[in-house]
């Protein structure tokens, strides 16, 4: 695992960011692994504005995100294909098409995980996916417990996952129950990971993945069974490191 120390958010977006545009520009047709939260908003920003001033292309870039949560429409401004649009894709030349994300409205859930399971694999895998991490330890919706040999499947969201995404929402209440989440197995056969970890809130998630043992208690430990896995973490997150 390779650790990038950095001073603070902007310097681990503009970090990350150039590591995924050299990648674009070494293989257009790379199959990016998206998500969301506030740990990549940075890198999109620098995504975007590296698309408008070197006029990097996505029109044969796929991507495929990490989870999404089930209940929400498409257009719900909460969901993650709104966020996705807003803060990314409507800013690039990526042909839409080739933007995935599980459909958390889909009639048959069981099926839905199905066929994103299958899709990754239509695609060749996952080039290059970028992570963030949860206070407990999650990666995109996998909480503690989740075994790590989990493919696409339903989560129901733990407590204090929905306390902290509940600052997107109007009230507590409003946050879904459960998620459609790409799963341990999933996110551990990308190429290679980029995980994003900002803020002092995250400082001791970041000390536990760092120096704690490999347990199905804390997913994001998964990651050290991974070969080419490189941490971007800024100062407040790396607080107890
Ligand atoms: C969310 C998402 C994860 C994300 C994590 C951290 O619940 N499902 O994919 O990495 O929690 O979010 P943030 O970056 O906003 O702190």
């Avoid at 990350?16 to 047709?29: E, F, H, L, Q, Y």
Wanted: aromatic residues 8%; contains cysteine; charged residues 20%.
């Amino acid at each position: 695992m390779k650790l990038i120390r950095t001073e603070n958010y902007t310097e681990m977006s503009l970090e990350a960011g150039k590591i995924i545009v050299d990648k674009i520009r070494t293989n257009p047709s790379l199959t990016l692994g998206l998500a969301t939260g506030s740990s990549p908003k940075g890198v999109y920003d620098y995504l975007i504005q590296d698309h408008e001033e070197n006029e990097t292309t996505y029109k044969q870039v796929k991507s495929v995100n990490l989870d999404e949560y089930i209940g929400l429409s498409t257009e719900d401004p909460n969901s993650y294909h709104y966020f996705m649009n807003q803060t990314l894709f409507k800013h690039l030349d990526i042909n839409d098409n080739q933007t995935h994300i599980p459909n958390g409205a889909a009639s048959d859930l069981e099926q839905e995980c199905l066929r994103y399971e299958q899709l990754i694999k239509e695609l060749g895998g996952i080039d290059l996916q970028l992570l963030g991490i949860g206070q407990n330890g999650h990666i995109g919706f996998n909480e503690p417990g989740t075994p790590f040999t989990s493919t696409t499947h339903i989560v129901t969201l733990a407590q204090n996952t929905r306390e902290a995404n509940s600052r997107f929402f109007n009230s507590l209440e409003e946050v879904p129950t459960h998620a459609i989440t790409m799963g341990i197995a999933s996110i551990l056969k990308s190429k290679e990971i980029l995980l994003l970890v900002s803020g002092e809130r995250k400082a001791e998630a970041l000390y536990k993945f760092v120096n704690g043992e490999i347990s199905e208690e804390f997913p994001a430990s998964a990651l050290k069974y991974h070969s080419n896995v490189t941490v971007i973490a800024d100062r407040d997150a790396l607080k107890y490191i």
